[in-house]
């Protein structure tokens, strides 16, 4: 029988009810700058949970205080916030969602202001900070970027360890997913790419050097992370730099394999976000859908062994129901689409008559939800 959208998918010994994934999506929302959950991160998670997505995904969660995109960013560095997050996991669990955690660190494009106050870089004396990349060379805004340094070994060390104890968290916060943040030009994104990964040590260089120190980091999660428990990575399939060398599909490939025999689950697959010069193809529907198929099809992972997530311009429960049923992705995931529509999986069983596969909350029974 072929798999679609509410065929239940089972990772490790976890099972997620549907195939649909709600998007990691940075809310701004830390009340003090201290990264702890607020009112706002549970409503957020608590409501596409009622919503009946498979699985409830955390925005960037950053594993250290400089990791973050923004001050009001979430983060995961103390059991202050571990303690801030189990009540979003209890009560997704409780409406048969899998909650999941995104772990993040922003490298030297952390400490921009949030974008409804304008997102432009901040500088140390005006809330922002020293961010810390594989080189010196800070991201090429249009006005000056806050400062930025080369990572020593200790710094690779503290932040791979960073990452390790942030997933122990997670598990303690009651998370049964974790993704790994590699994408979007983030730091570990920075470490994969040529066009920012310009050192000259074991961590730099060709592609076995720059995929050192984001293969570690898997590894040093997934030592910690339960073997029941699925580990997701997030990757940008290409940098949409095609002028210049850069980190390509092919790379993704082998990349893919590699995080693979470390013992990911799942590869999220994503792209671009490196540099301000790339080359968006379209914003269009489904418009990244494709790398994520090009990477199954390249690669030598069984696709039992290394699920696909796709992301990038879903919005239909038609869209998302033929990526599964062409195994095309294994996970659709699903992003701004979920900000107009809480209700999204919901509605999606509605419109493919298969509205006995989700529960609606009796609380919501009279209202006739669908
Ligand atoms: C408000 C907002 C915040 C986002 N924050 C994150 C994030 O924290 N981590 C991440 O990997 N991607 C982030 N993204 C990217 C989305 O996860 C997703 O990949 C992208 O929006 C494309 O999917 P869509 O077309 O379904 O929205 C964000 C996107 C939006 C719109």
Redesign the pocket.
């Known amino acids: 029988m072929t798999d679609d959208l509410f065929t239940s998918l089972t990772l490790s010994e976890t099972t997620l009810p549907n195939r649909v994934m709600v998007?990691?999506?940075?809310?701004?929302s830390c009340d003090d700058r201290d990264g702890l959950a607020t009112d706002w991160h549970f409503q957020h998670l608590a409501s596409r949970a009622v919503g009946g997505a498979g699985v409830v995904?955390?925005?960037?969660?950053a594993v250290e205080p400089r990791g973050r995109?923004s001050p009001e960013?979430l983060g995961i560095w103390s059991e202050e916030h571990t303690d801030a997050l189990e009540g979003s996991t209890e009560f997704v669990r409780e409406q048969g969602s899998v909650p999941a955690i995104?772990l993040?660190h922003a490298g030297r494009k952390a400490a921009t202001a949030r974008?409804w106050e304008g997102g432009d870089p901040l500088q140390p004396d005006d809330g922002g900070w020293e961010t810390v990349a594989p080189t010196d060379e800070p991201y090429p805004y249009e006005e000056d970027a806050p400062p930025t340094r080369a990572m020593t070994e200790a710094d690779l060390d503290d932040v791979r360890e960073s990452f390790a104890d942030a997933a122990r968290r997670a598990l303690d916060a009651g998370f049964e997913i974790a993704?790994v943040?590699a994408?979007?030009g983030?730091l570990l994104h920075e470490f994969l790419s040529p066009v920012t990964n310009t050192r000259e040590d074991d961590y730099g260089g060709d592609f076995e050097s720059r995929i050192r120190f984001p293969l570690e980091v898997v590894e040093a999660v997934r030592e910690v992370w339960p073997a029941e428990n699925p580990l997701f990575v997030?990757i940008s399939a290409t940098d949409w730099l095609p002028d210049r060398e850069s980190w390509t599909v092919d790379q993704s490939i082998r990349f893919a394999e590699r995080v693979s025999e470390a013992g990911v689950d799942l590869l999220?697959v994503?792209c671009g976000g490196i540099h301000p010069d790339q080359q968006v193809p379209s914003?269009g529907p489904g418009?990244?859908i494709r790398y994520g198929r090009r990477v199954r099809e390249g690669c030598d992972a069984a696709p039992e062994e290394l699920q696909i997530g796709a992301?990038?311009?879903?919005?239909t429960p038609e869209q998302a129901d033929s990526l599964v049923r062409n195994s095309r992705a294994d996970l659709a995931?699903?992003?701004?689409?979920?900000?107009r529509d809480p209700y999204f999986t919901l509605h999606a069983a509605q419109k493919l008559g298969r509205e006995d596969e989700v529960d609606v909350p009796p609380q919501y029974y009279r209202a006739n939800i669908y």
């Open positions: 998007s990691p999506m940075c809310q701004y995904m955390t925005e960037a969660t995109i960013d995104q993040a974008p993704e943040h994408a979007h983030y997030r999220d994503s914003g418009y990244q992301v990038g311009g879903i919005t995931i699903v992003g701004r689409e979920h900000l």
